[in-house]
């Protein structure tokens, strides 16, 4: 069952500047940060909430680390902007298998290695009216790194 | 202060069926929709989770009535995805005179009324790495109307 908005997935050309804007206009701060080389991109967690489930919703800004990352193609497509929105579940298996016997599409056989140690999955923009959709299930939520 | 992932306005062709996806799919319900003819949308409020402000995080699906629309506009060029997103506040006019003073434009002179008679305002993307951005300060939080 999915019991939050996990994060919104904002895709921008320069991690850095990006991080500054959120800091200085809002006051919003970095969580944790991290490079995923299979995703590749650099990001940067931004915790805004915690949530009745136990856990939090972060915006995650996303710069590419490569141009033929998926993120870098979107980027070069569209511009800075929000790239996906998240939703936490504490199955991310189950729910993604169940997802699938619906009809929609499920972009990774078996969920991969996501920001803090979670477990991700995608599901088809196409299938979701525009929005590409990830499923997530945390490690340990809401417990920052520094 | 900004505390919490608000929601996230989607735009979509149509409503009624964009409404049954997020139900079939994901188990979401309606908390709550109505009809804002100064904005020219129809809109569904889908609540996803509660926060820790006192307040709760919504998908808003939102259905332009007319095309001139803001939110109709920017279907015709774009197509269903992620049209704004909304960070809560239980100040919307002094959070958004003072991100006005740091050189961020704020669309409106004054906020405006919002779903379920919150108040709101939105920033320029073009000063937000490409996010519309929305402030919104509520009536009553997390109170279903139905």
Redesign the interface.
Known sequence: ?????DH?G?A?FDLDK?VE?YR?????EVFHSEINEEQGVREAMLR??????GGA?Y?QLLEPTREDSAVGKWLAKN????HH?A?GTADVDGDSEA?RD?G?RVLYDAPRRGSMDSRITFLH?KD????LTELVTSAAPDVADH
């Not at 805004?48 to 489930?53: E, F, H, L, S």
């Open positions: 069952m999915l019991t939050r908005i919104i904002i921008c990006t804007f200085a206009t809002y006051g919003f805004i909430n915690g949530t009745d489930d919703s915006l511009g800075e902007g929000v929105i939703f997802i619906k929609v923009p979701c009216h525009g929005v």
